[in-house]
């Protein structure tokens, strides 16, 4: 099964900065738009923002905009999320996502996506 792998979770203060990776086989990666998803302790999979294959088009849930930015190496198969600013309401674990048939950003129904990491943890402390 195709899978890909976040890292770079952990226990951030408040108004503090953590970059997340994840990082995909080629034949995931290529061609292919991630997106990043999160979820809070006892709350639904919220989506957080995607980017297209080439990097050319990014967009971000309202509740991120403007503090987190997604960008991608398509050298090295990976794709960031940068989160600065981070609020105690940003915890939760952290997923990447690849839209393994659409270059082009999809959007945030979760069912769209046909491969996903194992997630990341970021708690956020006040």
């Known amino acids: 099964q195709e899978q890909l792998a976040e890292s770079g979770g952990g226990l951030v203060q408040a108004a503090g900065s953590v970059r997340l990776s994840c990082a995909a086989s080629?034949?995931?990666?290529?061609?292919?738009?991630i997106a990043w998803f999160r979820q809070g302790s006892g709350k639904e999979r919220e989506f957080v923002g995607d980017?297209?294959?080439?990097?050319?088009?990014?967009g971000y849930a309202d509740s991120v905009k403007g503090r987190f930015s997604i960008s991608r190496d398509n050298a090295t198969n990976t794709v960031y999320l940068e989160m600065k600013n981070l609020k105690p309401e940003d915890t939760a674990v952290y997923y990447c996502?690849?839209?393994?048939?659409?270059?082009?950003?999809?959007?945030?129904?979760?069912?769209?996506?046909?491969?996903w990491g194992q997630g990341t943890q970021v708690t956020v402390s006040s």
């Open positions: 080629r034949r995931v990666f290529s061609f292919s738009a």
């Open positions: 980017i297209s294959w080439n990097g050319g088009s990014t």
């Open positions: 996502a690849a839209a393994t048939r659409s270059a082009l950003r999809i959007g945030p129904r979760a069912r769209d996506y046909g491969a």
